[in-house]
């Protein structure tokens, strides 16, 4: 048997002698420290995989945990850019609602955990140009960014990106393409077919507004257009997506294709349905892709302080890592609802059966 040979670890001065750098250099090279320029960095990357070199997870564990208790204490802040106001607030509008703000609960609670501060600004609201909000991040001393992007406002994302580390709270569709964080719409709305599929329906109508089609990136149409794929043509609902959707044109085309369910885009819909006098559930159902106000609906609900959470931990993970601006690999966090049963849907009869013979 020969003797095994052990193989000698590539150290960080193998890789300073080889590549003519100081072992201080090789190290924040290998950190992606912002005080070493990109061509330097990417220098020493190169020698540094040509020798084999592994990094010890144990020890880089133990430098990282050092390097945040400083950071702690230097009080590092993210800022979470949003045009929702908080509730209560005196710019506050009908749109800022309980619902918005579980995202920036969840995110303050998390940055409370991992030791960052968090500032919370509305861009919109001051009417802040990308250069005034520039200098505004930079003089609170902020690292990283949440955006929290809004479907009917539009804002000139021009900032200086490579000076922080962000996360998109919201759809994977914003311009740039950073990590992002949402709740998992795509899944629940397969969740939501399969559940009302159980229910019995079958002609099922997708009321949405324009804005929230594209802000979702057609999620909800193209499901729902998948589902109605295998059904005979007679069960197909064409959809209700407008500009804005009236309350006239939602009796138009309740009153034209009388479908058995209405997937709703807004809760307002279940209000005009009452003042039509529609019998819920007895002669038509309703559910909504994502519960918001009137949480007595059937649909799905989803852990919108988790998708804040979640925000906070992957800019976290870059500022650990020293990443900055654009990452080379986006990354996109899905945070799964679960299904409520309201009262606006009808019950499984299979199931009250079951239930009262067992």
């Not at 609902?237 to 807004?266: C, M, N, R």
């Amino acid at each position: 048997m020969q003797p095994i040979t052990k193989v000698r670890k590539v150290t960080l001065r193998d890789i300073a002698n080889s590549s003519g750098f100081s072992r201080m250099t090789v190290s924040l090279s290998l950190r992606n420290d912002p005080r070493i320029s990109g061509k330097t960095r990417a220098r020493i990357k190169k020698v540094a995989q040509t020798l084999g070199y592994v990094r010890n997870p144990y020890l880089a564990a133990l430098g990282q945990q050092i390097r945040s208790s400083k950071q702690s204490e230097l009080n590092a802040k993210i800022a979470y850019l949003s045009f929702f106001n908080p509730p209560g607030s005196p710019c506050a509008t009908d749109q800022d609602s309980k619902w918005l703000e579980d995202y920036y609960i969840g995110a303050e609670a998390q940055a409370n955990l991992l030791g960052f501060g968090l500032e919370r600004l509305n861009p919109w609201q001051f009417k802040m140009t990308a250069e005034r909000l520039n200098e505004t991040l930079k003089g609170l001393g902020v690292i990283g960014l949440i955006i929290h992007p809004s479907y009917s406002q539009i804002y000139n994302w021009n900032l200086d990106w490579d000076q922080f580390s962000v996360c998109v709270n919201g759809p994977a569709n914003f311009k740039l393409p950073f990590h992002s964080t949402e709740c998992g719409r795509q899944e629940g709305m397969m969740l939501l077919l399969e559940q009302v599929q159980t229910l019995g329906y079958k002609r099922i109508g997708l009321v949405l507004q324009e804005s929230q089609d594209a802000y979702h990136s057609h999620v909800q149409r193209c499901a729902i257009s998948d589902f109605q794929i295998h059904l005979p043509k007679y069960q197909r609902i064409p959809h209700l997506i407008e500009k804005v959707v009236t309350k006239e044109s939602f009796y138009v085309w309740l009153d034209t294709f009388q479908p058995e369910l209405i997937v709703a885009g807004f809760d307002e819909i279940y209000s005009w349905m009452e003042e039509k006098g529609c019998s819920i559930p007895a002669e038509i159902g309703l559910v909504r892709p994502e519960i918001t106000g009137n949480r007595d609906l059937s649909g799905i609900i989803f852990n919108r302080w988790a998708v804040g959470a979640s925000a906070v931990d992957l800019i976290a993970g870059q500022i650990n890592r020293n990443e900055r601006g654009i990452p080379d690999q986006r990354k996109h966090v899905a945070i799964s609802g679960i299904w409520k049963e309201g009262y606006s849907v009808k019950r499984n009869r299979c199931i009250e059966t079951a239930g009262f013979t067992s």
